[in-house]
């Protein structure tokens, strides 16, 4: 059976997330919430670069049209 | 439970927070308003760069279709 | 309680605004209309560099999709 | 009052404007139609460059996406 | 009265038409068809360079989307 | 009479087309589907740099939204 | 009869693909399902540079709206 991708999304409410955006960039945090335009809701924010936290955003909402895609992620 | 998007932006009004917009631009500003389209009214709004305010623009409406992401900010 | 985006636009009505565009680009005019798509009319517009006028446009009808922000501005 | 975008393209009509695209792209010539995109018939259209004359197309019509903005010109 | 976009273009069917696309590119060809997303067909198309022909390519369908402008062209 | 694009394409079914995404990119290969996004199917597909393969990569779905122009191609 | 571009995505389901995005990065992994966007649930995703892998991914959901093609992938 096919796996719908806002269900993956949903069953990765309040677990870690990457999530990348356009222009390569990398944010990691708890996912929180979500909307069908992909709009997200991430809390413990951080920006990555090269794997290593180089900024702390915390709580944040991000616009889904900058989404490049979002993994679950076992940290 | 899930956050939506709209209601941590709703949550946000009166207070302080941070929009990124494309081109890696930063504001920082008072949360007045906002629709569904993620435009947004900013009050005191400022933008910064490296941190730091360079330029004071004051009431600002801002087109959802360049926001990357608002995140509220305790300051 | 919320103001919402088109309200601020809808107040500016005959007052000066800034409105930037992609591209970084600066037009400051006289705000004579509006539609909800953001399109924009100005009058007596004129465009600027390092916040010096470059260029005097005049009326112009200026579309949606390339605004960034709109700011009144008390001049 | 409010004057709506698309009166003030709809009263230029049969008169020269000034229409500029994206990529800084100059166009003059006499509005001879529009539609509710901004999709625009101009005809004597005349590309310019430095605000000279660089090449002559004549009927033309121009695809509304590719709008920054229109400026009746009285010339 | 004002003419159409539209009707320009139906006005063009069976005639010799010049179509410039996003990124300065130059198609000329007997245009054959269209849709209202401006998606167009084209027969005997040839892709030009300072206007010399560079390429010649044949029947042709081109997604609307990258349509800056279209001109009729009496040749 | 006028052509509907979508005709042509669905008259290209089974036979070789020639397809060129944004970013200069061509593809060959036989036309297997579409629909009225010209989201598109190939088989055989191959990728062409200065009209030579360099790449083949077999059955392929083409997000339309990538699609500069599709042409039938007797070969 | 022409083969409609979600049935050869639906027809992948549990296969290897090959899904490149813009910017020329190149993801593989097992389709686990998709939705009318095109937005795409992928397993023990890798992404490849030159056809190497240099990066697992693991689980993930990619947007549509940055896919550039899907194939299908005997490997």
């Given at each position: 059976m096919a796996e719908k991708p806002l269900d993956l999304i949903h069953g990765s409410l309040e677990k870690n997330v990457l999530v990348e955006l356009r222009g390569n960039r990398v944010f990691r945090g708890i996912l929180k919430g979500y909307d069908q335009h992909l709009n997200l809701v991430m809390a413990n924010t951080e920006e990555l670069a090269d794997d290593e936290v180089f900024r702390k955003i915390g709580y944040i909402v991000i616009r889904?049209?900058?989404?490049?895609y979002l993994a679950p992620r076992s940290l």
């Open positions: 889904g049209a900058n989404v490049v």
